[in-house]
């Protein structure tokens, strides 16, 4: 085994690959976030916060910018039309960008109020989006800008239709990074804590979801260490793949972590593509790497 793996469970050894490299893609950018795989296009997406810009990737051309100035996009997915959803910090709201380039504004606002700054998003298979929204950029000039904040960090649901947008959690401290199991019984929602705050409240917890649109049961699913989890996404088998703050860890669903893929920087956030979605690509402080797995992320988006 290579020294870029550490093993806590032998389910773990099943899958990494040993002879796979960590390889890093790109950097010299200011904070990497939110990347996000477009199998058809055969590229990846992923923000550049602090920079105010959007990345892409391909395998033929490397990075390039894609979308500048971004309104400090955090987090993105694609919806099952295939659309780019995106959390903007700036903008303090969900964004969707149309097949003709286009960017439409899907919610920015809950009870006539502005909401924070959307950092990560998913959409369900009914298309439904689900998002967190804690303050984290409106509380720094680094990833959005200084603004006063007019509502409490919060977890929504914006109904299918793009209509309804509802609360789905608002027992949080930082609600961040998301994630629905395989089968979309369980949402997994990552809690930062308050920023700045050294002894803040970090863990990822579990929801079950209920009648496909409420969640119930919340509970303290993992805590990582060392650092905290930011971004997280799911293998087909349900493993939860997070971030942390030295690498890549693998959590089974029961919240034994297996192993851990190390990296030499923070890991902010981390997704499955290239091909059958086996290879993980993964936002690390200023830099972006991918390593191939023997494992599959789930299917769709
Ligand atoms: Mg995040």
Redesign the pocket.
């Known amino acids: 085994m290579s020294n870029d793996y550490e093993v806590y469970d032998e389910r773990f050894n099943g899958y990494v690959l040993p002879n796979a490299p960590l390889v890093c893609l790109g950097d010299g950018f200011g904070w990497t976030?939110g990347p996000v795989w477009f199998a058809d296009l055969q590229c990846l997406l992923f923000s550049d916060v602090p920079n105010n810009r959007v990345m892409r990737w391909t395998s033929s051309g490397g990075v390039s910018v894609f979308r500048e100035p971004s309104q400090f996009e955090?987090?993105h997915t694609r919806d099952r039309q295939g659309r780019l959803v995106s959390c903007s910090h700036r903008d303090r709201g969900i964004t969707r960008t149309e097949l003709d380039g286009t960017v439409t504004m899907l919610a920015d606002r809950f009870d006539g109020r502005r909401l924070n700054s959307p950092?990560?998003v998913v959409v369900k298979s009914d298309g439904s989006i689900w998002f967190s929204d804690p303050p984290y950029g409106i509380n720094t000039d680094y990833e959005g800008g200084k603004q006063i904040q007019e509502r409490p960090a919060t977890v929504y649901r914006l109904d299918p239709a793009g209509r309804e947008l509802s609360i789905v959690a608002d027992d949080l401290v930082g609600p961040?990074?998301l994630c629905f199991s395989p089968d979309e019984a369980v949402l997994y929602v990552?809690e930062t804590g308050r920023q700045f705050d050294p002894k803040a409240t970090q863990y990822i917890r579990a929801y079950d979801v209920e009648a496909g649109s409420q969640l119930r049961n919340g509970r303290v699913f993992h805590s990582v260490k060392p650092g905290n989890a930011?971004?997280i996404c799911c293998d087909q088998d349900g493993n939860l793949w997070s971030s942390a703050g030295d690498g890549v860890h693998c959590i089974a669903p029961d919240g034994t972590l297996l192993g851990k893929i190390k990296l030499p920087f923070t890991v902010?956030?981390l997704t499955f593509g290239g091909r059958n979605r086996s290879q993980l690509f993964i936002c690390a402080s200023h830099a972006l790497f991918t390593i191939s797995t023997n494992q599959r992320g789930v299917v769709f988006p």
Request: hydrophobic fraction near 10%.
């Open positions: 976030e955090n987090g950092n990560d961040n990074g990552v930011d971004g902010s956030n």
